[in-house]
């Protein structure tokens, strides 16, 4: 590919700009900042796009957009970029065809071929930065994965990485060291030695069954024996158990019979009858206790009766004195009830007394009031009432007519009063007899004057054709001068000196004033004599209507007075403020006689009510006279005392409420007596008790107590002796009943005691208790006897036993349980152990003839040996793979050289001028070293900065024709390079470079002058195109 | 007349290949495989009520004792015994007499062969139609020609029986070895032998028989395996192969397929190409394909997805591939790889080599014990895969 033009529209610092390149060798020179590094860039962009982060905007805004005009064997192309985005819009036209989008995208891949941008950066577009740093060739992936691969293989991956992935694998799978734990096969291996090892324990397995087999027949047959032996040890522990326990009852047998032996007692005696003695002995003894307290108890009892004493009167009178005992309390309260009812009585007379007097009147008092039956009813309160409104009636009427006279003269009196203050003001008001007629002339005058004066001016200028104003002013205002002075002397005359003086004050202006307008009309005059032939038809009319002007103002001065005649302005507004003053005046003498004239009706009225009121009255008082003498004579017709209505009714009231209280007085006189009577009937039966009992009453109350007393202590006695003499008879009963018992019983016990042979109770007792004891023992002996026999069964076994516990002692037989004890114990402990061994045994052959765990192991094996062949096979490759590589890279190595470092190493001789003749990399390595002409290796380090610059510029050049071998040749930009390099040196690479014209473009960057001159020295050929501010300065 | 079945090489207790990843079903299948064709064999001699049975050694699987095959044995020649039919027995490799026995005393009718040559005459109806010659390994190890023992007696059917490598019947160790010329001049009328698990008839009249293992073990073991029912009528001797196994082992031998599809369809296919029988596959892929670094990562995977199926299960998927790129070109490039290509080559070349041995070496010589030596075969796969992981190696990251 070779670029003939570069058509940058839009980006960086270029606009609109169009280079044309040679397609061999070009040197592009411009100053810094001239737009070479965006050229750069621009290139690239058009062919790769932007990368991530170096985007580069137009300056002048807008998309970024632009060209490249390219060779491609002999066709044209072109390749156009546009759009802010990292691809931004890629169109290419070739063959007449214009590819846009993923076509165009793919054509341009394909052109590219594994050219990446990244790749074109590094190899193709560099400079002295690049160069500098010979590991950015080293460093980059891409590129260094090509360096040193590029003619061993077509694959990217370096053969360091391969051979360290082929170890890195096999060390995976397995590690001879016998330590190793992680690898695969060693994983294996170990699990191979386990199984192995635990399936060694199970070698012997069939042996161990065959002894198992037989074991377990021999331990049968000892079970066997062992519960043989058991058995009969068992009968022989069950005898002794026997035996053991009869030993107890059998000792117990041989101690009773020993004790029965030693007890001395008739086997006849009755020990039976022994309850019946001591039964009887103890009621005998019973018997005489008794009698000895009954005796002791009868003679209290006698001399108690005897000390009892008994009143025969007291208790012949009792039931009187109950019935007057029990009467007691309510004599009392007899007692006290009449004092309580004389006292109420007397202070209810006390206050009737006073009463009666108080409210019935003199003539009245309690002895009359009871003797009066008079009542009176209800409807005589009616009657009275009725009066009593009546009356009030009549007596309102009779006030209300006299109030209404005295209303009117009051009223009369006033208005007298107000006629007289009318009169008095309308005479202090000075009123101007001729006021209305004064009035009217000066409003005729006043209304007429500046009318005429007007009219008079305007005939005066009709008449004449010329201005003669002078004429016209005196008349003009000569009659208000007049007529103020006459206003003037009008108020002059009325004393009125400051309206005087104004007035002529204003007669001497009004003349002033005419001076002042006589100027003004000449002005006028000039118009006025232009219309005069028209005004001259219009005097007549005024004249005419001067004419009745002047008779009304005629009139008017007739009326004023002559005197007060004056022309002055002013004067008129004085006299109209006098004048309206005197009419206020005028106004309020109409208003006066307008009330006056109210009045006057006013007292008429009232004359006329006071006529009626009186009329009223009389009729009033003539009613009230009859009703007087009708109340008179009701009172006397129904014997009440004379007195008015409302004092009548109390008089009632108080008379019905008294009456009432009159009668209550003499029920609790009849209440009394009957109280009083009941206290002398109890005082007359006590007193005829005392009688009857020989006492003295002395007093009621104290006595009749007393009695009741001395009553109760008479019946109590009374009773305590009947008590007495009952318990005493019951005594002496007793005492003969108890004395037969006791003889009854002795005879009984007698007996008995002849029947025992014994004399005493005491001795009886001893024989009895001998003869029980002995019974006891023998029922023991029966028991135990028949205990130790119910042990065995059968006539034989009993025989024995007896035998037995006879010819044992205690201990020897112990000694015989232990033993046997122990024997069992032990034929057990064999027994269980050989049961466990059984089991264990049946165990064991169970799980050998089942072989689980063989099982497991086995199939555990198989999946081992399998993975191990499986991952042997792997190793095995792994490490023959590896094995054959090495064979290669060293024959390689030996024999061959990769490409890039050939071209290198050429291209490395010619510019040094043979001072270096080769470069090379140890295929594993990352590194170069470079052999010099002596032979000697030297390593990147130890060369000076400008050979390491050679050194990278040639490396790039050998990988810029090792692509080549493959695909479409790319431009190549150069960026001042030749900086460290010397004059000799730096014509060397120029002229390498032109070389390459052949199958590259070069684009050589500079911003030195110099080497333009170094070039043509050299004879190279190129395009010089030299760039400034974004443009193109000069191309040639 | 009278007729036997004639079977060696029961192995019984081997317990066939890794069985960790497939089914319980299956897995049982597998470890029991060998007592199962061993019940087969003792069902189809009752039913077809045999006059004898024939054990010609390696009956038990291993000198390593495994009590159950043991018991399994017994319990089979019990029933046997029960049933009537007598059996002779030779100790093989496998089952030296020196095999410690789980029980001392044969069943009645049961007949082992001891260490020094025996004849024990066959009498039906009164009348000796056979007589039965034979003898056991007395250990494992046995480099003399045991046939040589062997004398045949003189009434009857002359039948012997012995564990043995007859030269040349196959590439077996090489335990008793005996020679064919001189069995079939021996006078035996029939050479009931063991040894060679494919069975084969190597003469006839004197017969001279391997019937083969009962049940395939291993992947060599292919094919239907069982047991010969001989019939002896006259002079006239007729055998008829009676399959005992309880499946079979298969090898499948398929070029790489180029697509995935059609590798899944190769492997949905599998239960059908078993059809009905029980089958153990071992596949291999073989030559160029452009899936080798998917068949590489994936077959893990695949293997796991198509380890079993109705009628089969994967044994193991063996991969004998390349990439797909022409190694003729590149062998005779001035390149790297064709420098490898040459160099594998030429140790291809050399087969079992010791250069290639000396490689192997840090871990075959570990493993001596465990897995046989290597064989051509093996050694051819070694190679083979070796080239496959350098070309992978030499191409990877290439643009194609």
């Known amino acids: 590919m070779r670029i003939f033009e570069v058509g940058i529209e839009n980006f960086g610092l270029f606009n609109d700009c169009t280079i044309h390149l040679s397609p061999k060798m070009n040197i592009i020179q411009g100053e810094n900042e001239a737009g070479k590094s965006t050229l750069l860039t621009f290139v690239r962009w058009v062919l790769f796009g932007f990368a991530r982060n170096e985007k580069l905007v137009p300056f002048s805004g807008g998309d970024p957009s632009g060209y490249l005009l390219v060779d491609l064997d002999g066709k044209e192309c072109v390749i156009r970029r546009q759009g802010k985005s990292l691809k931004g819009e890629l169109s290419i036209v070739v063959d007449g065809k214009n590819l846009t989008g993923k076509e165009a995208e793919h054509f341009l891949a394909k052109l590219l071929g594994s050219i990446t941008d990244n790749v074109y950066k590094n190899v193709f577009a560099f400079g002295l930065g690049e160069l500098q740093q010979i590991s950015t060739v080293e460093d980059d992936q891409e590129v260094s994965s090509f360096l040193y691969s590029s003619g061993l293989y077509p694959g990217k991956l370096p053969l360091s990485a391969i051979t360290k992935e082929l170890e890195d694998k096999s060390k995976a799978l397995y590690s001879p060291s016998r330590h190793a734990k992680n690898p695969l096969i060693n994983q294996e291996l170990r699990s191979w030695e386990e199984i192995e090892d635990k399936l060694g324990e199970f070698k012997n397995d069939p042996e161990k069954y065959n002894s198992c087999l037989k074991e377990i027949e021999e331990t049968g047959k000892e079970l066997t024996h062992i519960s043989e032996r058991i058995r009969t040890l068992q009968e022989k522990r069950d005898w002794l158990g026997v035996l053991s326990k009869g030993r107890p009852t059998w000792s117990k047998i041989q101690e009773i019979k020993t004790l029965m032996e030693l007890i001395e007692v008739d086997d006849e005696f009755p020990a039976e009858s022994l309850g019946q003695v001591e039964k009887l002995k103890a009621e005998i003894e019973e018997c005489e206790n008794r009698l000895l307290a009954l005796n002791a108890d009868l003679s209290t009892h006698k001399e108690e009766l005897n000390a009892l004493v008994l009143d025969e009167k007291i208790l012949e009178n009792a039931a009187e004195i109950e019935f007057l005992s029990g009467e007691l309390s309510r004599f009392t309260e007899w007692k006290s009830g009449v004092q309580g009812l004389q006292d109420e009585i007397t202070a209810l007379e006390e206050s009737l007394e006073k009463q009666i007097v108080g409210r019935l009147g003199n003539g009245w008092n309690l002895d009359k009031l009871k003797e009066e039956e008079r009542t009176f009813s209800y409807e005589i309160n009616d009657t009275v009432r009725k009066t009593e409104e009546r009356f009030k009636d009549q007596e309102f009427a009779i006030k209300q007519a006299g109030e209404k006279i005295e209303a009117a003269d009051t009223k009369k009196r006033t208005l007298d009063q107000e006629e007289e203050t009318l009169q008095e003001e309308l005479q202090r008001l000075d009123v101007i007899d001729n006021f209305p007629e004064i009035k009217d002339a000066f409003e005729t005058y006043r209304h007429l004057a500046p009318s005429r004066a007007f009219l008079k001016g305007q005939i005066e200028a009709q008449k004449e054709p010329k201005a003669k104003p002078k004429k016209l002013s005196p008349v003009l205002f000569l009659i208000p001068a007049v007529l103020l002075a006459v206003l003037s002397g009008v108020f002059g005359l009325k004393a009125n000196w400051p309206l005087a003086v104004a007035g002529a004050t204003g007669a001497a202006f009004s003349i002033g004033l005419q001076i002042v307008a006589s100027r003004r009309y000449k002005k006028a005059l000039v118009a006025w004599q232009e219309q005069e032939s028209k005004r001259l038809e219009e005097l007549e009319k005024l004249l005419d209507e001067m004419k009745k002007i002047d008779a009304k103002l005629e009139l008017a001065k007739e009326v004023l007075p002559s005197s007060a005649s004056s022309d002055q302005a002013n004067l008129i507004d004085l006299i109209q403020k006098h004048i309206e003053a005197e009419e206020d005046k005028w106004q309020k003498r109409e208003e006066l006689q307008r009330k006056l004239g109210h009045l006057a009706t006013e007292k008429a009225k009232c004359e006329d009510e006071r006529k009626a009121a009186e009329a009223a009255l009389k009729e009033a008082l003539k009613l009230e006279e009859e009703s007087r003498s009708q109340w008179e004579a009701f009172l006397r017709e129904n014997d009440l005392p004379q007195m008015e209505p409302l004092n009548i009714l109390d008089w009632l009231s108080a008379y019905r409420e008294l009456k009432t209280r009159v009668d209550e007085l003499r029920q609790k006189a009849v209440q009394k007596n009957a109280v009083q009577a009941n206290i002398k009937q109890f005082t007359e039966k006590a007193e005829n008790l005392a009688l009857r009992l020989g006492k003295n009453l002395e007093n009621v109350e104290i006595d009749v107590v007393s009695w009741k007393k001395e009553l109760s202590e008479n019946n109590d006695t009374l009773l305590k002796k009947e008590r007495l003499e009952t318990e005493v008879k019951r005594i002496e009963t007793q005492i003969k009943i108890e004395a037969e018992k006791k003889k009854g019983k002795s005879e009984e016990l007698d007996g008995i005691l002849e029947k025992a042979k014994v004399s005493t109770v005491e001795e009886f007792r001893t024989l009895a208790k001998r003869k029980t004891d002995k019974d006891e023992l023998r029922k023991q002996l029966a028991l135990h006897q028949s205990n130790l026999i119910s042990l065995v069964s059968g006539e034989e076994s009993r025989q024995k036993l007896l035998a037995d516990l006879a010819s044992f002692s205690e201990a020897e037989l112990q000694k015989d349980i232990n033993d046997t004890d122990l024997a069992l114990a032990s034929a057990r402990t064999e027994q269980n152990q050989a049961s466990e061994k059984l089991g264990r045994l049946q165990e064991q052959r169970s799980q050998l003839e089942t072989g689980r765990q063989t099982e497991e192991l086995l199939r555990q094996k198989a999946s081992t040996k399998q993975k191990l062949s499986e991952y042997a096979k792997q190793w095995s490759q792994l490490v023959i793979c590896r094995y054959l590589i090495e064979k290669a890279r060293a024959t390689y190595e030996r024999e061959k050289q990769p490409g890039v470092l050939k071209t290198a190493s050429t291209y490395f001789e010619k510019i040094t001028n043979g001072n270096y003749i080769k470069v090379m990399s140890p295929l594993t390595e990352q590194r170069f070293e470079v052999l010099s002409r002596d032979r000697k290796v030297k390593g990147t380090n130890e060369l000076s900065r400008g050979t390491l610059e050679q050194l990278a510029l040639c490396l790039r050049l050998g990988l810029i024709l090792e692509f080549a071998k493959h695909q479409t040749p790319l431009p190549l930009v150069i960026d001042d390079i030749l900086v460290n390099f010397d004059p000799n040196r730096a014509a060397n690479t120029l002229r390498i470079l032109a070389d390459l014209e052949s199958m590259h473009q070069v684009l050589f960057f500079t911003c030195q002058t110099h080497l333009v001159g170094l070039c043509e020295d050299n004879n190279i050929e190129f395009k010089l195109t030299v760039l400034k501010n974004g443009k193109v300065v000069s191309s040639a | ?400």
Request: aromatic share 8%; net charge negative; with cysteine.
């Open chain 2, 1 to 400: 007349m009278f007729r036997f079945i004639h079977a060696a090489d029961l192995h019984l207790g081997n317990s066939g290949p890794s069985t960790s990843g497939f089914s319980k079903q299956w897995a049982d299948l597998i470890y029991k495989a060998t007592t199962t064709a061993f019940s087969n064999l003792i069902d189809k001699a009752i039913e077809l009520n045999v006059d004898f049975v024939i054990l010609a050694g390696d009956v038990l699987d291993t000198a390593n004792p495994n009590l159950n095959s043991q018991l399994d044995l017994f319990a089979g020649l019990n029933k046997l015994s029960r049933a009537g039919i007598q059996v002779f027995m030779a100790g093989g490799n496998h089952d030296p007499l020196d095999l410690k026995k789980a029980q001392t005393t044969l069943p009645e009718g049961v007949h082992l062969f001891g260490e020094r040559a025996e004849t024990i005459p066959f009498v039906k109806g009164g009348v000796t139609l056979a007589e039965i010659t034979g003898i056991s390994f007395p250990v494992a190890k046995v480099s003399d020609d045991l046939s040589r023992q062997l004398v045949p007696g003189t009434k009857g059917f002359q039948i012997a029986v012995l564990h043995s490598n007859v030269k040349g019947a196959g590439k077996k160790e090489n335990y008793a070895p005996s020679k064919l010329e001189y069995l079939t001049q021996s006078g035996f009328d029939y050479w009931a032998l063991g040894h060679v698990h494919t069975r084969a008839v190597l003469s006839e009249k004197p017969h001279v028989v391997y019937p083969g293992t009962t049940q395939g073990t291993h992947v060599n073991e292919t094919g239907e395996k069982g047991c010969y029912l001989v019939e002896v009528e006259n002079d006239s001797v007729s055998l008829q192969f009676i399959p005992t196994s309880a499946y079979t082992w298969e090898k499948l031998e398929l070029e790489a397929p180029k697509t995935l599809n059609e590798l899944t369809e190769l492997l949905e296919g599998l239960d059908e190409l078993a059809s009905g029988a029980k089958k153990v596959y071992r596949l291999k892929l073989t030559g160029m394909t452009p899936l080798y670094e998917t068949l590489i990562t994936d077959l893990k995977d695949l293997e796991e997805r198509f380890k079993e199926g109705k009628h089969y299960v994967l044994e193991s998927v063996e991969l004998d591939i390349l990439p797909d790129v022409d190694l003729e070109e590149v062998k005779l490039e001035e390149s790297l790889p064709g420098e490898f290509l040459r160099e594998a080559e030429r140790l291809m070349a050399l087969g079992v080599s010791s250069e290639l041995k000396e490689q192997l070496a840090p871990l075959y010589d570990r493993l001596g014990g465990i897995l046989d030596d290597l064989d051509e075969e093996e050694v051819k796969s070694i190679i083979n895969g070796s080239i496959a992981l350098g070309i992978e190696l030499f191409w990877r990251g290439e643009s194609r």
